[in-house]
């Protein structure tokens, strides 16, 4: 078997990486069980790992094998140092020292067994982002890294098409696997672990990318451990060492030629057409009493190889400055957001439409002289707000989708997490503002509002933070719920609870002292009295009539503001809380991802 053509390793460090009797039991903080189940795990003796021993060199591959439920992905995320190793019992040394699992995740690649990409860009363009964000060198030196890895990956063809999705077409699975294997290795990282990199390809597919890595494990002096389940023959015939588990416990460590050694010293014959592994895992029983009677491990060779430089735990910096990071993400997320058409254009024309749905049901409501009806007045204010603060929550799916990028770039010391709050808040700015502007310039002039400029700009600005605030509140629970059903129902929850306490049902002199709390943060209430202030606390609307009895007014626009306890000075007040709003959530959303990220949750 040919292998791909791969350009040697220019410098860097070569890592070997080894584990002292390895135990793991279920850690709550990172797999989020509840108390009652970790305690009952925890006494049962439930050990997903148990004293595992293995050894991974550089310049070779090591693959985990094993059947399902063996182990194998949970060591390797403790050894890509996902897995707080506060949780873990035993022993994980690089080059001699004890892993930093932060300082390791930043020098070293780890490909998920999910291809956590994003659809809408192209091959090139997300192998380019992952370059600038993680590259310290130039635009330049980013772009012939890009094409370099994609020749070496096999991508030039592919290299602008979309990544796509299961329901929208793009790349082929084994190309979505070298593109996810590529992401990784931007940065020339000299461990690599891989999760299943074969799971869902064909056969060719997966002897390529097996073939692919074998390459950069001889010629570039790479580390490369991965996690398989039924390779094939050919397949097989790449691995230096394979790692044989069964329910957390080794039964092999070594090569394939001393696998089948062990299984002929049992007394057992390898049928033909039937591999070793394969039929290894078919005897796991034997190994396994083999390996339980032995005092030590299957060892071909344990000892460290002398001219492998030790780990320097050095403090690792980001590749780029927070501004840099916030103007590469910034447009990589604006990018996305436009390519997003159903989002875009739907967002967009539900503003005009409802903008004029709403101006013809209330066309003049306000500038009706012959009979004033306040209550309808006031009711388009309440609509109005409905309608805005519930049409942002589509954003959700995106929040999500965006979030389980955010974690595995951020775990690997690609950008900071407050550089992804900070570009994702700027991106929405402009796209909100057109909004906004669509939906109030129709619905203020045909309702009939106060026909001075200053009022229309007022009211567009209000309507702007509106929908500012509820993304940041879509934003901030995105952030913490676990999927979209969750968010969905909690979000629409708060928002009908805001309504309620809004003033607009129920007086605030009316709600019981215990719920007071929620009359003030609630998003509806500054907004509805900016509208009224605006309305009817300049010197037009002071003066105008909303109420008559007996030919006579008996209620001006000065007097109802003062029975709803408003000033005109509450009109700038009321902006800077809603900005406080946006800044908070904005903030909360922070902390959250940033706790996520410190955690691996």
């Not at 989002?343 to 049901?361: E, P």
């Not at 900070?422 to 929405?428: D, E, G, M, P």
């Given at each position: 078997?040919?292998?791909?053509?791969?350009?040697?390793?220019?410098?860097?460090?070569?890592?070997?990486?080894?584990?002292?009797?390895?135990?793991?039991?279920?850690?709550?903080?990172?797999?989020?069980?509840?108390?009652?189940?970790?305690?009952?795990?925890?006494?049962?003796?439930?050990?997903?790992?148990?004293?595992?021993?293995?050894?991974?060199?550089?310049?070779e591959v090591m693959a985990i094998a094993g059947p399902s439920g063996a182990g194998k992905t949970?060591?390797?995320?403790?050894?890509?140092?996902?897995?707080?190793?506060?949780?873990?019992?035993?022993?994980?040394?690089?080059?001699?020292?004890?892993?930093?699992?932060?300082?390791?995740?930043?020098?070293?690649?780890?490909?998920?067994?999910?291809?956590?990409?994003?659809?809408?860009?192209?091959?090139?363009?997300?192998?380019?982002?992952?370059?600038?964000?993680?590259?310290?060198?130039?635009?330049?030196?980013?772009?012939?890294?890009?094409?370099?890895?994609?020749?070496?990956?096999?991508?030039?063809?592919?290299?602008?098409?979309?990544?796509?999705?299961?329901?929208?077409?793009?790349?082929?699975?084994?190309?979505?696997?070298?593109?996810?294997?590529?992401?990784?290795?931007?940065?020339?990282?000299?461990?690599?672990?891989?999760?299943?990199?074969?799971?869902?390809?064909?056969?060719?597919?997966?002897?390529?990318?097996?073939?692919?890595?074998?390459?950069?494990?001889?010629?570039?002096?790479?580390?490369?451990?991965?996690?398989?389940?039924?390779?094939?023959?050919?397949?097989?015939?790449?691995?230096?060492?394979?790692?044989?588990?069964?329910?957390?416990?080794?039964?092999?460590?070594?090569?394939?030629?001393?696998?089948?050694?062990?299984?002929?010293?049992?007394?057992?014959?390898?049928?033909?057409?039937?591999?070793?592994?394969?039929?290894?895992?078919?005897?796991?029983?034997?190994?396994?009493?083999?390996?339980?009677?032995?005092?030590?491990?299957?060892?071909?060779?344990?000892?460290?190889?002398?001219?492998?430089?030790?780990?320097?735990?050095?403090?690792?910096?980001?590749?780029?400055?927070?501004?840099?990071?916030?103007?590469?993400?910034?447009?990589?997320?604006?990018?996305?957001?436009?390519?997003?058409?159903?989002?875009?254009?739907?967002?967009?024309?539900?503003?005009?439409?409802?903008?004029?749905?709403?101006?013809?049901?209330?066309?003049?409501?306000?500038?009706?002289?012959?009979?004033?009806?306040?209550?309808?007045?006031?009711?388009?204010?309440?609509?109005?707000?409905t309608f805005l603060l519930s049409s942002t929550t589509e954003g959700l799916p995106i929040f999500?989708?965006?979030?389980?990028?955010?974690?595995?770039?951020?775990?690997?010391?690609?950008?900071?997490?407050?550089?992804?709050?900070?570009?994702?808040?700027?991106?929405?700015?402009?796209?909100?503002?057109?909004?906004?502007?669509?939906?109030?310039?129709?619905?203020?002039?045909?309702?009939?509002?106060?026909?001075?400029?200053?009022?229309?700009?007022?009211?567009?600005?209000?309507?702007?933070?509106?929908?500012?605030?509820?993304?940041?509140?879509?934003?901030?629970?995105?952030?913490?719920?676990?999927?979209?059903?969750?968010?969905?129902?909690?979000?629409?929850?708060?928002?009908?609870?805001?309504?309620?306490?809004?003033?607009?049902?129920?007086?605030?002199?009316?709600?019981?002292?215990?719920?007071?709390?929620?009359?003030?943060?609630?998003?509806?209430?500054?907004?509805?009295?900016?509208?009224?202030?605006?309305?009817?606390?300049?010197?037009?609307?002071?003066?105008?009539?909303?109420?008559?009895?007996?030919?006579?007014c008996y209620l001006d626009g000065e007097g109802f503001l003062k029975q709803q306890g408003l000033?005109?000075?509450?009109?700038?007040?009321?902006?800077?809380?809603?900005?406080?709003?946006?800044?908070?959530?904005?903030?909360?959303?922070?902390?959250?991802?940033?706790?996520?990220?410190?955690?691996?949750?």
């Open positions: 078997m040919e292998l791909p053509r791969i350009a040697p390793l220019s410098g860097g460090f070569r890592y070997t990486i080894k584990t002292r009797r390895l135990s793991y039991k279920i850690c709550p903080e990172v797999n989020g069980f509840g108390w009652l189940q970790y305690w009952k795990r925890l006494n049962d003796g439930a050990y997903i790992l148990r004293n595992v021993d293995c050894e991974a060199r550089p310049g949970t060591l390797l995320e403790v050894l890509a140092g996902m897995i707080p190793l506060d949780c873990v019992s035993g022993q994980v040394y690089v080059n001699n020292q004890p892993m930093n699992e932060r300082s390791f995740r930043r020098l070293s690649g780890y490909v998920t067994q999910d291809d956590v990409l994003y659809p809408l860009l192209t091959v090139e363009e997300t192998l380019m982002y992952s370059a600038r964000l993680r590259l310290q060198e130039g635009l330049n030196t980013a772009s012939a890294r890009v094409k370099e890895l994609m020749r070496e990956l096999g991508l030039e063809h592919v290299a602008n098409a979309r990544i796509g999705t299961e329901s929208t077409r793009g790349i082929s699975g084994g190309e979505k696997r070298r593109v996810s294997i590529g992401v990784d290795l931007v940065h020339d990282p000299a461990v690599l672990l891989l999760d299943e990199p074969t799971s869902g390809l064909d056969s060719a597919s997966a002897l390529h990318v097996v073939l692919l890595l074998k390459s950069m494990a001889i010629k570039q002096g790479k580390t490369v451990l991965l996690t398989i389940h039924q390779p094939g023959f050919r397949i097989l015939q790449l691995f230096d060492r394979i790692l044989l588990l069964s329910n957390g416990t080794v039964l092999h460590h070594g090569s394939l030629h001393h696998l089948e050694q062990r299984i002929r010293f049992l007394g057992y014959s390898v049928p033909r057409h039937v591999h070793v592994l394969e039929f290894a895992i078919e005897v796991t029983e034997s190994l396994l009493r083999d390996a339980e009677g032995s005092e030590t491990e299957d060892y071909e060779d344990t000892r460290i190889v002398s001219e492998i430089q030790n780990v320097q735990e050095t403090r690792v910096y980001y590749a780029n400055g927070m501004v840099k990071e916030v103007l590469i993400l910034g447009q990589r997320f604006s990018k996305i957001i436009c390519r997003t058409n159903q989002l875009f254009a739907a967002r967009i024309l539900q503003a005009v439409l409802a903008g004029f749905v709403l101006g013809t049901i209330f066309l003049n409501a306000m500038n009706d002289m012959k009979r004033y009806k306040l209550q309808t007045q006031i009711g388009f204010f309440a609509f109005s707000l999500l989708q965006e979030r389980r990028v955010l974690m595995r770039e951020t775990s690997k010391g690609a950008y900071r997490v407050s550089s992804y709050v900070i570009s994702n808040t700027l991106v929405f700015l402009p796209f909100l503002l057109t909004v906004a502007l669509l939906f109030s310039t129709p619905v203020y002039w045909l309702v009939g509002l106060r026909r001075d400029i200053d009022g229309f700009l007022y009211f567009s600005l209000v309507v702007w933070i509106v929908v500012l605030m509820s993304n940041s509140f879509v934003a901030c629970f995105s952030a913490l719920v676990p999927n979209f059903i969750m968010g969905t129902s909690l979000i629409a929850g708060l928002m009908g609870s805001f309504f309620l306490f809004s003033g607009y049902f129920i007086a605030k002199d009316d709600i019981p002292r215990y719920w007071i709390f929620m009359h003030y943060l609630s998003l509806f209430k500054y907004p509805f009295e900016c509208f009224m202030i605006n309305e009817y606390g300049v010197k037009s609307g002071k003066s105008r009539c909303l109420a008559m009895m007996g030919g006579s000033e005109e000075s509450h009109k700038w007040s009321n902006m800077a809380v809603m900005l406080g709003f946006i800044i908070g959530y904005r903030f909360i959303c922070f902390l959250i991802l940033w706790c996520r990220h410190r955690t691996g949750i």
